[in-house]
């Protein structure tokens, strides 16, 4: 081979090895690889509360689909707008890690409330946090407590409402 066919291909091996080097690059940033793998877990499979339980007057338990029991309170049980609340979880499992207690309206956009859940020791949890006043009033919630396995998304889902 002579040394102009030499050239040749080593032009052609780094114009290779950039493309390469772009693609990862250009993938790394614009595609979300969080969500291509939920994607492959599928959609998350939520129990709900039974109808007849009311937030406002006691605590509500559920247990989920690998038998994990959640018992969630809410105090003050006024379940005001815009003022510090505790949400209280009881559970069979004391060993529950990186649980969140994600909050959102049904009935309108209000935002996106993930609140971190603290571990106290003897399946106690608790999460702090505060919820969006709205003019409209009637406002109809989710609290939803999410456990992440391997291969799917199970949780435990309490619906509340406020007023304004």
């Known amino acids: 081979m002579n040394s102009s066919e030499e050239k040749k291909d080593d032009i ?4 290779l ?3 390469i080097v772009l693609v990862v690059v250009v993938g790394y940033f614009l595609i979300d690889f969080n969500a ?3 994607s492959f877990k599928g959609e998350a499979k939520f129990i709900t509360q ?4 009311d937030l406002h007057n006691s605590a509500c338990k559920i247990t989920i689909q690998d038998d994990t ?3 969630l309170d809410i105090s003050p049980k006024s379940i005001p707008l815009m003022e510090e609340m505790k949400f209280s979880i009881k559970s069979n499992n004391p060993n529950l890690e990186n649980l969140k207690l994600n909050i959102y309206a049904t009935n309108m956009f209000m935002g996106d409330f993930n609140l971190p859940i603290k571990n106290l020791g003897n399946g106690n949890y608790e999460a ?3 919820l969006p006043t709205c003019p409209v009033g009637d406002m109809q919630w989710n609290a939803e407590i999410r456990i992440e396995k ?3 998304t199970i949780g435990a889902r309490f619906q509340f409402k406020t007023d304004i």
């Open 128 to 130: 702090i946090g505060t």
């Open 50 to 53: 039974e109808k007849s339980c």
């Open 12 to 15: 052609k091996s780094t114009i």
């Open 150 to 152: 391997i291969d799917k």
């Open 69 to 71: 029991t959640f018992e």
């Open 17 to 19: 090895a950039i493309g």
């Open 36 to 38: 291509l793998y939920q």
